[in-house]
């Protein structure tokens, strides 16, 4: 089992930033690829960013040049820097893990974007 524990979320005017933090652990934890999705009210989830366990990443298009993964010493921890936010950043971000074929993922952190 792997657990997947995010925070860092909140309220945040547009244009400011916000950095969420994913730690993960569990004895069927491992290093492995990880990475962040979201999903807004009435969406459909949607990859964020991903890093892979050496480190390679991986932005969808909308927030490359604003945010960046990245992953702790220990590598059971990953970072998502969020800048120059924007209203429509505005949604549950999810952490995952994908061991081996199966992917596990957090409980969400909510990321409101409002003046």
């Known amino acids: 089992q792997v657990q997947l524990v995010e925070s860092g979320g909140g309220l945040v005017q547009p244009g400011g930033f916000l950095r969420l933090s994913c730690a993960a652990s569990?004895?069927?934890?491992?290093?492995?690829?990880m990475g962040w999705h979201r999903q807004a009210p009435g969406k459909e989830r949607e990859l964020v960013a991903a890093?892979?366990?050496?480190?390679?990443?991986h932005y969808a298009h909308s927030m490359k040049g604003r945010f960046t993964i990245s992953r702790g010493n220990a590598k059971n921890t990953v970072y998502l820097l969020m800048n120059s936010l924007k209203p429509e950043d505005t949604a549950v971000y999810y952490c995952?893990?994908?061991?081996?074929?199966?992917?596990?993922w957090g409980q969400g952190t909510q990321v409101t974007v409002s003046s």
């Open positions: 995952n893990s994908d061991q081996g074929n199966y992917r596990y």
């Open positions: 890093i892979t366990s050496g480190g390679i990443t």
């Open positions: 569990g004895s069927g934890f491992s290093i492995s690829a």
